[in-house]
């Protein structure tokens, strides 16, 4: 393990040691402090938020592109702040804060026994919205969670996701999507953040206007298992709430080659995530590159050359 590795995994340890801790106003104060801090510096993830949001907003000037990033990284050191301190909640306070709506498309599509698939952008506080299935509609739901190094960094957040009642399978091995689709046709919830996807696999879709690269995987699901294929989108309100919407499902199209149908299906999850992130783009946390043009250094922005994912 390399120093970096190591200081990487020690930290995020003292979060989940310390903060969660903390008084919660504590809490809230450290993390718009370290946002501030943060944005001041102006690194290559705040330029590459803001970079990505002058695609979201498309006539936004420096000023309100600074506005949007200063609270972008806010909304983003709450998540984390919330992450950290979500293992001692108490359903109580998991249930006080957050109020999602058109929940019934989720819970008929569970009660119809055939399996659901929820799809989320990197929107708010998506553990937070996993926390409130599990202890407020008893719903245990499996995801998929990237493989990060340190091999200690990733033992610490499929723990930290585990005692939230969830079920994590490693994004990498390839056996994954087997056992995804085995708990859809026992008539379960999966759970995916899908708004993001730089693999060979990965579907183009339109994403505000620009070409960009999303998982196939929900749709694929959908069509292997007969699951309900549900797009969801988060925001943040007045703390301590966050606020959600489930979006009507996604249905597989009558025709067409499963490319095809693959391809009009995740077209269909971009644009209900386009619609929550125009929304509150602020709490879109993408610091890292996502248009196929911006993967390419040579079409990136002037402003974002320096960036990297």
């Avoid at 600074?66 to 919330?82: I, T």
């Avoid at 299906?265 to 783009?281: C, K, N, R, S, V």
Wanted: with cysteine.
């Amino acid at each position: 393990m390399s120093v970096q590795e190591r200081l990487t995994d020690a930290l995020y340890g003292a979060g989940w040691g310390t903060v969660k801790k903390l008084p919660e106003p504590v809490a809230v104060r450290l993390g718009t402090t370290i946002a501030d801090v943060a944005w001041k510096q102006r690194g290559k993830g705040v330029l590459r938020l803001e970079s990505n949001y002058a695609r979201v907003v498309p006539d936004a000037g420096p000023e309100r592109l600074a506005e949007l990033s200063r609270a972008g990284m806010r909304s983003y050191l709450r998540y984390w702040m919330e992450s950290f301190r979500l293992p001692a909640w108490s359903p109580e306070r998991i249930a006080d804060a957050f109020t999602p709506k058109d929940l019934h498309h989720l819970t008929e599509g569970m009660a119809a026994g055939k399996g659901v698939i929820v799809a989320l952008p990197h929107l708010a506080n998506w553990d937070l919205a996993g926390a409130w299935l599990t202890t407020q509609l008893g719903m245990p739901f499996t995801t998929v969670a990237e493989r990060l190094k340190p091999e200690t960094l990733y033992d610490r957040f499929v723990a930290y996701r585990e005692g939230l009642g969830m079920e994590v399978l490693p994004h990498s091995g390839g056996s994954a999507f087997g056992t995804l689709a085995r708990r859809l046709r026992d008539g379960g919830l999966v759970c995916l953040v899908a708004d993001r996807d730089l693999s060979a696999s990965g579907v183009e879709v339109s994403f505000f206007g620009h070409a960009a690269r999303m998982p196939a995987g929900p749709a694929l699901l959908a069509q292997h298992t007969g699951a309900r294929l549900l797009p969801v989108t988060l925001w943040y309100d007045r703390p301590p709430m966050m606020q959600g919407r489930v979006h009507p499902p996604v249905e597989v199209p009558a025709s067409g080659t499963r490319a095809e149908k693959t391809s009009v299906m995740t077209q269909a999850l971009a644009d209900a995530f386009a619609t929550g992130i125009a929304e509150h783009p602020e709490d879109w946390h993408m610091l890292q590159r996502l248009w196929t043009e911006d993967l390419d250094p040579a079409h990136a922005p002037e402003r974002d050359r320096e960036g990297t994912a």
